[in-house]
């Protein structure tokens, strides 16, 4: 089983939703080969340091809860082959959408069941998935005909690397954004990212104007999972991403930031973690 369950991610999710409805720039391979009439290359989006084509999938695994809201909200649901672990139920804006062939709710699929879907493309939330303990790395897959795609607040250091490789990654919300418009190209659904994204934008702008002038606010703890207790440090991005939201949802930490943070450790909980 793979560590660390995220609990944050509905919160992210739930922007989502409320909008209405990769890390790095996309990167086009020159297309340009001469005069001898050859197609041009493929297209790609960079992706945690890694090129994956712009071609339309037709089978798509999604893994965690961020995966999947964003692969629905993107309107992927009807190419959603296989599924694995929902930490809450669906919002009534996507529930509809999820019939995935296959759904692995408790235990972390082996790589052979996933590849046995025969999906095009896995998008994973979390950096587990691409490991060798768990779906295999990004180069193992990819030999088989398998793209993938990393939420890159997420991105290893290398490729295989778990939750301790994480590297420096941008854990704004215009990381987000860089996340779903990649995500978009490469479902083919580039103008319902921009709708998602635009939608994003209109709510925190809402939620700031409403918060303009309000110096009372709230003292908030946000925790991942009360049954798993964690140490975290601002090392983690999850830490990152919560201390990010807390202020722009109007409000503020409950505890003062503990000196020398350190990335997060998790002890045993009753149900399968991840990462």
Do not use: K
Request: proline share 8%.
């Amino acid at each position: 089983m793979i560590g660390n369950p995220r609990r944050w991610a509905p919160l992210l999710a739930g922007l989502l939703l409320l909008a209405g409805c990769g890390a790095g720039d996309p990167a086009t391979a020159p297309g340009d080969l001469g005069d001898h009439g050859a197609a041009p290359a493929t297209a790609s989006v960079v992706n945690c340091g890694v090129d994956v084509p712009v071609q339309r999938p037709e089978r798509v695994v999604a893994m965690f809860q961020n995966g999947i809201e964003a692969v629905l909200a993107l309107g992927a649901g009807d190419r959603l082959v296989g599924a694995a672990y929902l930490d809450n139920p669906l919002p009534a804006q996507l529930d509809g959408d999820f019939r995935p062939q296959s759904y692995w709710p408790e235990e972390y699929p082996s790589r052979e069941e996933v590849l046995r879907v025969d999906p095009d493309l896995v998008v994973s939330g979390f950096t587990g998935a691409f490991t060798r303990e768990g779906l295999g790395t990004r180069a193992e897959l990819g030999a088989t005909g398998t793209e993938t795609f990393l939420f890159s607040a997420y991105c290893p250091t290398a490729d295989g690397g778990g939750q301790q490789s994480i590297g420096a990654n941008d854990v704004s919300f215009a990381g987000v954004e860089r996340d779903l418009t990649d995500l978009g190209r490469l479902l083919g659904a580039e103008d319902r990212a921009a709708q998602v994204v635009a939608g994003m934008r209109s709510t925190l702008g809402d939620v700031a104007g409403r918060l303009a002038g309000v110096a009372d606010r709230p003292r908030v703890a946000m925790l991942n999972s009360p049954a798993a207790p964690v140490s975290c440090g601002s090392s983690a991005p999850a830490t990152s991403r919560r201390r990010s939201s807390r202020p722009r949802a109007g409000g503020r930490r409950s505890t003062p930031s503990p000196a020398g943070s350190a990335p997060c450790r998790w002890r045993a909980s009753s149900r399968p973690a991840r990462t």
